[in-house]
């Protein structure tokens, strides 16, 4: 176990290293149905599911992966039974309490992307400490999505940009791509260029709309509980093999054409 872990802290040798994704997503699903599979309580899916996005972070730092977005609690989830809700708003801020000086000394900066304002108090308050805490690390970009949706974040944005037109800090044909992209909880940081959902499910299920719109998808059929560094090297090697034309054509480019010709 011990030399796995060390042959697999280097850059698979199969990678290459300038292709990497500069951030990856992550919708980490399955944890219920992996600990049903066991007899267990959905919850300890949930439990184990955190060392499993621990290692991820450590894996993303190891091999150069700057940014990792990781979907934790969406503003459906609120729809479940109390119980668990209860348990995912806790398991959260006790993780952070728990993790916070390890991801110091491993020079990962957290954040969350949501509206915070719905969480427990207790939780808003590590939330702030640690985002806080860790904002001039640099070895990781970790963001937690929690009470986080796509649509609601886009409603914010909208909000937001309406208020501004209101009090004439902006006209409405200023409102651009790139003055939306600025009201977004992500307005600092790059777009995906991967997402992997586990669970083999092929949605979205209403995470980060506007910044997936040319993120490369990889699903796996692991539920995100059995998810490690082996899996993630598989989900990095098919997205070296993905061309991503953002709309051009393939192949390579031409010789540009005289200006005013069709
Ligand atoms: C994902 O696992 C974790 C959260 C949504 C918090 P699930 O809890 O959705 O597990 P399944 O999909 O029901 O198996
Ligand atoms: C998406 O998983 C949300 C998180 C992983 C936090 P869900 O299990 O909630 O998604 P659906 O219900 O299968 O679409
Ligand atoms: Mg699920």
Same mark, same amino acid.
């Given at each position: 176990m011990a030399a796995r872990l060390t042959v697999s802290r280097?850059? !698979?040798? %199969?990678?290459e290293r300038d292709r990497l994704p500069q951030h990856v997503a992550v919708i980490m699903d399955g944890n219920g149905r992996w600990a049903q599979k066991r007899g267990l309580p959905r919850v300890m899916g949930h439990r184990r599911g955190v060392d499993v996005l621990k290692d991820l972070v450590y894996c993303c730092r190891d091999w150069g992966v700057g940014a990792v977005t990781a979907?934790?609690? #969406?503003? @459906?989830?609120?729809?479940? !039974?109390m119980m668990e809700v209860n348990f995912l708003m806790a398991l959260i801020e006790r993780v952070l309490r728990r993790e916070l000086d390890e991801m110091m000394a491993e020079q990962i900066r957290i954040r969350f992307v949501g509206d915070l304002s719905g969480l427990p108090q207790s939780l808003q308050d590590e939330a702030a400490r640690a985002m806080e805490r860790t904002s001039h690390n640099g070895a990781v970009d970790f963001a937690i999505a929690t009470n986080y949706g796509g649509r609601q974040e886009i409603v914010h944005a909208c909000r937001a940009i309406a208020e501004r037109v209101q009090r004439g @800090?902006?006209? !409405? %044909?200023?409102? %651009?791509e790139g003055v939306f992209q600025q009201h977004l909880y992500t307005c600092d940081r790059v777009d995906p260029d991967l997402l992997i959902r586990t669970s083999? @499910?092929?949605?979205? #299920?209403?995470?980060l709309l506007w910044q997936m719109a040319y993120a490369e998808l990889y699903v796996t059929e692991t539920f995100w509980p059995d998810f490690n560094r082996e899996e993630f090297h598989r989900a990095l090697l098919a997205y070296q093999q993905r061309d991503r034309r953002y709309g051009k054509i393939s192949a390579p480019p031409t010789p540009a054409a005289p200006s005013g010709s069709p």
């Open positions: 280097e850059l !698979p040798t %199969d990678l979907y934790a609690f #969406s503003t @459906e989830n609120w729809k479940r !039974p @800090e902006l006209r !409405p %044909d200023q409102v %651009d083999g @499910e092929m949605r979205v #299920s209403n995470f």
